[in-house]
């Protein structure tokens, strides 16, 4: 079984000034997203990869949820996850070195939301901070789809 996590980056902060990629979190998101984790807690979840977009706001999201999850591994960057088209996160995932059963990953709207609507057709709308499980029975990458895709659980960005 694989297991994927898939989370939009918390709240950011409105700055016309910057890059879209260089805007960071507010401090509402870091906040809230601290506060989420204590829920992820609660549901003992295990995560074997962090694999997030570089752009700023969720490198920062998901360093808390490193942090607050206790994960010591590496934090994987990919710059496909950052305007990446459904297609592109599929290609992503299905890279994924089998050992790994669960995978954490932290990207942006429309892509995240897409791809969870793809593989279990939530129709939910994926806000800032939100996070969706969903469970896959098979033993590759490879071989994820929405025929063997299962939604555990969505909750919405708080």
């Not at 088209?85 to 990953?105: A, P, W």
């Not at 469970?135 to 490879?142: G, I, K, V």
């Not at 929405?146 to 969505?154: G, R, T, V």
């Amino acid at each position: 079984m694989k297991t994927l996590y898939l989370m939009r980056h918390a709240q950011k902060e409105i700055d016309n000034t910057k890059d879209d990629y260089d805007i960071e979190l507010t401090q509402e998101g870091i906040t809230n997203t601290i506060n989420f984790c204590k829920k992820l807690k609660e549901k003992n979840i295990t995560i074997e990869m962090i694999l997030t977009s570089p752009a700023t706001r969720a490198e920062q999201t998901a360093q808390i949820i490193a942090e607050e999850l206790n994960y010591d591994g590496i934090i994987t960057r990919n710059e496909v996850i950052y305007k990446a088209f459904l297609n592109e996160l599929l290609e992503t995932l299905s890279y994924t070195y089998d050992n790994i059963n669960s995978l954490f990953m932290v990207g942006h709207n429309p892509a995240i939301g897409t791809l969870a609507f793809k593989l279990t057709k939530l129709r939910e709308n994926f806000e800032m901070g939100s996070i969706a499980r969903i469970d896959f029975d098979c033993d590759s990458w490879l071989d994820i789809s929405e025929e063997n895709a299962k939604l555990i659980y969505f909750e919405k960005g708080i």
